[in-house]
Each structure stands twice: as C-alpha cells, then as structure tokens.
C-alpha cells in the first residue's frame, strides 16, 4: 500500500480546513492571524497544515515549518532554528540581515560577547517580527506540547504582536499530551482570548470518513475496512496502521504502542539496530551521525535504511537526514529499549557529538542520559552560557540549575565548570531574573555568601521587585562591604542612590550618586557611570535645575556603556527632557538615533525601543509632522489583550483623536476592558474626552476627566492638561460648579523646572478657567497661544481659534480675522479635520473672507456647534464689520458696566440675590429666551450646540425657580435682567 499514500486526500476535515483558510485569507489582506490546532497523536494535525501550506503556497505565501522535538525543555528555539534553516531562497537574505537568527542556524555567526540573556531575547523576537513583515508568510510551529520555555514565550509575543503583517501564524499540538500541570496549558488559556487566534480542536472522524479515508489509501476489502474502522475508534494514524497490518497479514493488536512494534519486528537485526539508534537520537537525525552511531558499514547501512524507509518507518528528510513518519513510532521505540542498552547509546551519540562540537544542550541531554555527571555538568554551563546568547534565559536558568545540582557530585567540579559555584550561582539568579521571576532570583542570592558583589545585585532586584525598604538594606550592605575605590563599590553607590529615589532621604541622593560616578569614571565601570548620572540628572529635573537636567542626561547618552538597555534609556531620558523643554530639533535628532540604534539592535519592541517610538511619534505630533506620525502610530495595533498592548495603543490616539480619523472608536473599543490599569487610563480616557468634545458631547468628555484624576496622583503633571480639558466640557456644559477645583488641581500639579509643555497647558487651563464662567479673555487666550508658540503647531493653532473668538467678543475684528486665518493655515495643512470644522463654522458665522488654503471638513460630527459654545460671543459674529456689543462678560466688558445689550437697552444692575447665582452665559441664552428664540436659534446666536443651550434653560429655570420659558423671561424683565 505504501504510507505515503496517506497524502492523496484530506477527508473530514473540510470545516476545520475553511476555518484556517479564512485566516490564512485574513493574512493575505493585512490582518495577521494565529492558528491553534489540537487533537490527540495521530489525529491528522500534520496532515492538515501540509493542506494549508500547499494552498499558502498557491497564494505567494513564503511557507516555513518548524518542528519541536522531546529533549526535555533543553534546545532554546528549536522549531525556529528548524523553520528559518528550511527558509526559502528568496528569505535567506533578510535572515543574513538579522544576525541574531542567523546564531539559530547550524554554521551561523558567532554568539558575541555575553550579554544579558532578556536584552538578547527582546532582540530575537524584534528580529523574528521584523523578518516576517517582509513578505506575506505562512509560519507553522508543530507539536508545542514539546516547545521549549522559550519558544512558548516567543509565541505569545508573536501572537500579541502581528497586526496588520501579512502572516499566519500555526501552531499544533496534542491535547493527549497536556496535564493539569503541562506548561503550554498556560499559554494556550492565554493565547485564546485574544481576538487574532482560532482555536481548532480536531475530533475523531466518524465512521464514514473513515471508511472513506482507508479506501483512498487503497483498502478494498469491505470486511477489513469495517473492522479497522470499528479498531481505529476515529484516529486515521491509528487506521492506517492497521490497515497495513491486515494488507500485510499480519494480525491487528488491540494497542496502539503493540500495533507500531510489530511493524518493527519483521525488520532485520541490522534494521532494528539502525531504527533504535535513530529513536535515541529523536525525532530527526543525521544520515552520518546515525550511521556512525550503528556501527555498520556503508553497504550494511544503506541495506538497513532502505528496508527502514521501504516499511514506512523512516522517511528522507532534508539533505542529509532522516525523520519519523510520526511522533508516536519514534515514542515507542524509544521506550522499548532496554534501560542498559539506552543508556549506552546515549552515552555513544554524547561521544560522536562530543567529537563534531555538537550543540551543547544536545551533549547534555545525551550525557546525563547515559550517566556520565562530569561531561553532563560541563555541558549543562555551557549550554546555559549559550542559552544566554541566543536570548533564552528560562533556558539558560535550567542548565545552570541543571549544572549546580550536579557539582557535589563531580570531583573538581570548578574546572570543569570554568568558574567557581558563587559566581554560577550568581548567573542562575540573573537567569531567572532575566527570565520574569525576580524573587527566584531573590531566593538565590540570598542563599549565598553576603558580600558586596551579591548584596548589590539583590538589591537591584529588590527594588524592581517593589519591596523598596529591603533594596535600601541590601544596598546599604552592599556599599558597606564593597572594597574603597573598586568597580564594585560604584555599582552599589550608584544602586544605593537609586533604590533611595522614591524615599524621603532626599539629601543623601545627589551626594551619593556624585560618589559613584567619581569611582566609576576612575574604575571605568561604564555602568555604574550612566546610571548614576541619569539619577543625579532626575534630581536635578525635581530641584528645578532643567539645565543641568538636560546637561548630565546629554553626557550619559552620549557615552557607550556596551550595556544597549543602559545606552537607550540614557537617549530616551535626554530626548524626553530635550521635548518637554521645547527643544524640537535637538529633541527630533536624539529621538531618531534612539530609534535607529533600537531597529538596529532588534530592540524596537523592548521597554525603551516602544518609549523611544512613542517619543518620536508626539515629537511629530508636536511639531506639526502629521504623515509620520501618524505612521508611527499605525505601528500600535488596534487589537489588545493586554494592559501592556492597551497602553502601545493609546499612543496612536494623539494623532487619530486630533484628524478625526474614524479608527478612534475602534481602538478605544479595544483598549476600554483595561481601564482598569491607572496608566491606560490616563493615555486613553484624556483623549476619549477631547474625542467626545469634538463629537458634542462635554458630559461624557467630563465623565472621562473625572476618570482620569481619580486614576493619577495629584501631584504628576499630567494633572495640568486633564485639567484643562475638564474646564473645556465645563465650558461647553455652561457650568461654573468644579471650574475653580480643576484649575486648582492643575495648579497643584506644577514643579520647579517644568517644560515649556507644562507651562503652555497651565495657560490653556487659566483661559478655559475664564471660559467656563463666561468670560472671553483676551489676555488669557494669548497668553496660551504665546506658551504653546515654541513648535506645538496643534495646540497653537486650537488657543489662535478660542483667541480669535475672544477678540470678535472685544471688537477687534481685524486681529480676529488674522489669528482665524493663522488657525485655518495650520489645521489645513495638518489634515486637523475636527478643529478645522469649528473654524469654518466660525468663519461662516463671523463672514470672514475665504482663506486661501482649504479647511478640512465633514469628519466628526457635531464637532463645529459643538466645540464653538462657551465663547461669550453674542450678535459680533451677525454682520460683516462683526460690531462687538455689550454681550462679552468678560473684565470692562459686560452687562453690568452698562454697554449696549444686543437688543439696545441698557444693562442695569442686577437687583435681588437670584440675578447674582446666573452666569454670563446664562445671562446671554436668558436675553435670547425672552426674544422667543428657540434652542436651535439660540445655538446659532451662541455659536454652541442645541443640547448646550437646552442645558443653560434647565439651569436657568432651576435659578430663577420658575417652571417654563415665559416665567423666565417674566422674571427676567421685572427683574431688570435684560
């Protein structure tokens, strides 16, 4: 019959088969998509991807196929290097591209000095998701179950991470295989709840397919194929075997595991010998090696092999290799070995692959394998030291424990090692760190002697673990035992001043961390050198000394530490201080380099890659940069699932809130399940309020304001803008009650040496402050529009717009007209569609000339009635010399100094306590109420939005203690209101 009929046809899987094909066409159209298929060993797993990568491959999809293998968690990255090593032609040149995949490969460059294992790490997976997105790509990960720590980890980032890539992600894995305790169950209950992973659970096909697949493998005997189908219970692997049994005569064993050995048996001695070598070896293994491995001589072995191959039992693989037909054949031979006989096999692969510089997690595993602890211990620290290359701390981690579990076992186990048990003990500790798990590390470097080298690193760890007061302690002992004028004493100084940032022993930082740097600059510890001018930069920034601030920032980014995490926060700090100042082009010019240093390194996705892109994306929001930036924030992507991805994603708002662009309810739709977190709320919820504001809607704008200051610590500076934006929905509501809190909460949130940022926002909330109680305040509008004047473009032109209105309420109907104009440039030429519609509304109201560039319009809706309100602006706008009358409240302006109201009376003042409890605005919409105006009219008066007016009338009533229109204006004229 021959096994590799099996391929001739995919039956009963038509439903699962669809399901991947809409993912894979997903892919295809820009929205990547992740796969996940389970099922029992023998199900059709691999049948049913080789289907979907021949249909990827129809499609122009670069198809890659990585397999894992049962080496006990001990091969980092396996189906990767397995994957990449089968790339086609046409990839191979973006792989020599990223040296950090070419290290997974046999022959590959060289590892490079040791470096922390979690910055390499961050590196790979930044490569890996560079080197997809160049062409559409089919990636298929086979049999997780066995993955590797790593590998599960690099999954899941790929999982998050793939938006709009065109690639499809596959993963198998047998569902047989995962207890309640197996790892990837984990990982699988996590990977499933995001929105771009399908789950596919393949079950056993029912007794007409499967009569149907045996008849397609060539079974024609209807007795035959009914017992097999009865026998198989729906496993088609299991029915093929079967199958082939009866077509050879030979008798159906109840068992899966008996089935597979009695097709082994028939082989000759040579055969089996060859085919237990080669379970030894794993699921793949190399044509000379296994032939070395025999014994055999050529003829002999290639007698051998054809009889393997001929059976089924084997097949080609690669060049030079050879594979299981499936997973479970290579399973059950290995486990009927005898326990004498595995063991010195082992110990003959660990030989030969001793002999040919095997990898030396592969001589490990062969090593203790075969009892031989020294060799097993000497490989376990270099295989973890490898790990640490390729990026796999979890893997680095296992080896070294594997490494110091066995030393008391070794004679002479330092030299064996290369380093002595402290230091090892030491790296297993960073390992785990590196890895995500702090206090593992924690609990070993507290098992170890107390000295200054050790004492400094738990500190460390400590303090990024949170538990401040015991990184203090630690570090203090570590500065107390560390010798004087060592590299070590600058690293715990330096360390030691950091833990004390977030405490009150503020005076003892700055001498601290002048201490460190001296020694540091004198030892040439480069580290220690950095990070303690980056603390004496921060304190330099909370003393209200930016010049210094940005003067010691500059020097650490300037100098390379060999440390890329040490050297890209350094650039970020500087080019955040640089921005926040107002230093555009230095600020750009810095950010840039950061970013390209992190793109180079394949760190664009690490913590400071990410901060270093989101910098440079508002650096071009800023500075009026609008195509790049909002490039860059189409990098974020818009499906999240976690607070982490939801944060990424609040940065693309800036630009998509202020264009208007329609994905902004689709990606606060995502981000809203984490408003939970304190930081996705303060980067989402304060752009959904402006969103809000420019769609008419200040309730819910100051809903989400409310959220935000419940969320941050009165005393962080994003205080300032909130606020501001809170009085702004004030405005728009025509309430007073919360003005004077928000401008107090904006206030409180200034610090010595704030930037030039700061500053211009706290000028926005002062004039919104006015504008919330009616007055149009000229002053306090320029004043925002100069602080904003030093690259904010944005900003600038949305203070010109609220100053041009103030000027139309004082009269001066020229300069209105320019700063309109200046506006209408700048929203124009930003693609600014919500603020250039409330221009142009205000330029049809006030009958300015035509500008001559075009205002973008149409975008969001309700934005020009709805953004113009709160102005104090009456009849200026009604004619074309736009006459200012008496209907300003603002200083020297209002009704009360006795100007000319609209209708041409005289204001007098106010008698009786109820005038007093009105605002201006409300003054204005009572005047138009006793006209007989309705809201619509009123609206069009007020330049403010229908729902505003109907607001300012509920208030009105309530104040005035009447229950209709015609009492209010009743009141109002006995009153002497009007």
Not at 307 to 334: K, N, T
């Amino acid at each position: 019959m021959g096994w590799q009929k099996a391929l001739n046809a995919l039956i009963g899987r038509s439903a699962e088969l669809t399901r991947l094909a809409a993912v894979l066409d997903s892919a295809a159209a820009g929205l990547a998509g992740v796969a996940l298929i389970g099922g029992d060993a023998g199900i059709g797993k691999t049948r049913l991807v080789t289907e979907l990568a021949e249909r990827a491959e129809a499609a122009g999809f670069a198809v890659l196929v990585g397999q894992c293998a049962e080496l006990g968690d001990a091969l980092p990255y396996l189906p990767l290097a397995d994957a990449l090593r089968g790339a086609p032609a046409e990839l191979r040149a973006e792989i020599e591209a990223r040296p950090i995949l070419g290290r997974l490969l046999p022959g590959g460059v060289d590892l490079g000095a040791e470096t922390a294992s979690a910055l390499t790490q961050q590196q790979l997976f930044g490569s890996m998701l560079g080197f997809l997105a160049t062409r559409p790509v089919l990636l298929i990960l086979e049999d997780l179950h066995w993955a590797d720590r790593s590998t599960r980890d690099l999954l899941v980032f790929l999982s998050r991470m793939l938006q709009t890539e065109r690639v499809c992600l596959v993963g198998t894995y047998r569902t047989d295989d995962l207890h309640r305790r197996h790892p990837l169950r984990r990982v699988l209950a996590e990977l499933k709840r995001l929105p771009s992973v399908t789950a596919v659970e393949l079950s056993p096909l029912g007794p007409d397919e499967m009569a149907d697949h045996l008849s397609g493998l060539g079974g024609t005997d209807p007795q035959v194929i009914s017992e097999v189908v009865d026998r198989a219970e729906g496993n088609p692997f299991y029915a093929e075997e079967l199958l082939e049994a009866a077509t050879d005569g030979s008798s159906m064993s109840d068992g899966l595991a008996d089935l597979l050995l009695s097709r082994v048996e028939p082989l000759s001695d040579a055969a089996q010998r060859v085919l237990r070598g080669a379970a030894v070896a794993g699921r793949r293994v190399d044509h000379a090696l296994l032939q070395e491995a025999s014994g055999l001589d050529d003829l002999a072995f290639e007698d051998a092999m054809r009889e393997i191959v001929s059976q089924g039992l084997l097949r080609p693989d690669g060049e030079y290799g050879y594979a299981f037909r499936h997973a479970l054949l290579q399973e059950v031979v290995y486990t009927d070995l005898l326990p004498g006989e595995r063991t010195r096999m082992h110990s003959e692969f660990a030989r030969l692959l001793t002999a040919r510089e095997g990898a030396a997690a592969e001589l490990a595993y062969h090593y203790l394998a075969g009892h031989d602890l020294a060799e097993a211990m000497s490989a376990s620290v270099e295989a973890g030291r490898r790990a640490e290359r390729l990026g796999a701390p979890a893997e680095a981690h296992r080896h070294f424990e594997q490494a110091l579990g066995l030393w008391d076992r070794v004679p002479d186990a330092e030299r064996r090692a290369g380093t002595d048990r402290v230091r090892l003990a030491m790296r297993t500790a960073a390992a785990a760190a590196d890895m995500g798990d702090n206090h593992r590390a924690i609990v070993q470097l507290r098992d170890l002697p107390p000295t200054a080298e050790i004492r400094e690193r738990l500190a460390y760890y400590l303090y990024d673990s949170d538990d401040v007061p015991a990184a203090v302690a630690a570090a203090e002992e570590a500065v107390a035992a560390a010798a004087p004028g060592t590299a070590v004493l600058a690293r715990a100084l330096a360390t030691l001043a950091r833990t004390l940032l977030p405490t009150d022993r503020d005076a003892e930082i700055r001498p601290l961390a002048e201490r460190a740097l001296e020694i540091a600059r004198a030892t040439g510890a480069c580290d220690a050198q950095k990070s303690a001018m980056v603390t004496l930069a921060t304190c330099a920034e909370y003393d209200g000394d930016p010049g210094r601030a940005r003067e010691l920032f500059g020097a650490a980014a300037a100098q390379t530490s060999g440390d890329l995490a040490v050297d890209l926060r350094a650039i970020f700090q500087h080019a955040r201080v640089e921005f926040e100042h107002g230093s555009m082009a230095e600020a750009t010019l810095i950010a840039e380099r950061g970013v390209r240093l992190a793109e180079d390194s394949g760190l664009s996705w690490s913590t400071f890659g990410t901060d270093l892109r989101f910098l440079q994306l508002l650096i071009h929001y800023t500075a009026g940069d609008w195509v790049r930036a909002r490039k860059e924030g189409s990098g974020f992507g818009v499906r999240v699932g976690t607070n982490h991805e939801a944060i990424l994603s609040s940065f693309a708002l800036f630009v998509e809130v202020a264009m208007g662009l329609p994905e902004v309810d689709e990606r606060l739709t995502w981000v809203r399940p984490f408003w939970s977190d304190s930081l996705v709320v303060y980067m989402s919820r304060a752009l959904a309020a402006e969103h809000a504001l420019w769609n008419g809607d200040p309730a819910l704008a100051l809903d989400h304001v409310t959220a935000v200051l419940d969320a941050l610590d009165p005393a962080y500076m994003g205080n300032i803008r909130i606020g501001a934006v809170g009085l702004w929905a004030l405005a728009e509501l025509g309430r007073t009650d919360g003005a004077d809190e928000l401008l107090a909460r904006a206030r409180g949130a200034v610090r010595p040496g704030m930037g030039a940022e700061g500053h211009a926002w706290l000028a926005r909330a002062e004039a919104e402050w006015h504008r919330a109680h009616g007055r149009a305040d000229v002053g306090a509008w320029r004043a925002a529009v100069e602080a904003f004047d030093y690259g904010f473009v944005y900003e600038t032109a949305r203070s010109r717009w609220r100053l041009a209105e103030a000027l139309l309420v004082s009269g001066d109907h020229a300069a209105a007209l320019e700063e309109w104009r200046r506006a209408v440039r700048a929203a124009a030429s930003l693609g600014a569609r919500p603020l250039g519609d409330a221009l142009a509304d205000l330029g049809r109201r006030a009958r300015f000339p035509a500008v001559d560039s075009e205002v973008p319009s149409g975008s969001a809706s309700g934005s020009a009635s709805g953004s113009a309100s709160g102005t104090g602006l009456g009849d200026a706008f009604g004619g074309a010399a736009g006459s200012a009358s008496g209907a300003a409240t603002g200083p020297g302006s209002g009704a009360a100094e006795g100007r000319d109201t609209r209708d041409g009376t005289r204001g007098r003042t106010p008698a009786g306590s109820r005038p007093g409890a009105l605002t201006g605005r409300e003054r204005e919409v009572l005047a138009l109420v006793a006209e007989g105006l309705a809201n619509r009219e009123i609206g069009e008066r007020l330049f403010i939005a229908q729902k505003t007016v109907s607001v300012h009338v509920s208030n009105i009533l309530g104040k005035l203690g009447v229950s209709s229109r015609t009492q209010a204006a009743a009141v109002a004229r006995r009153e002497g209101l009007l």
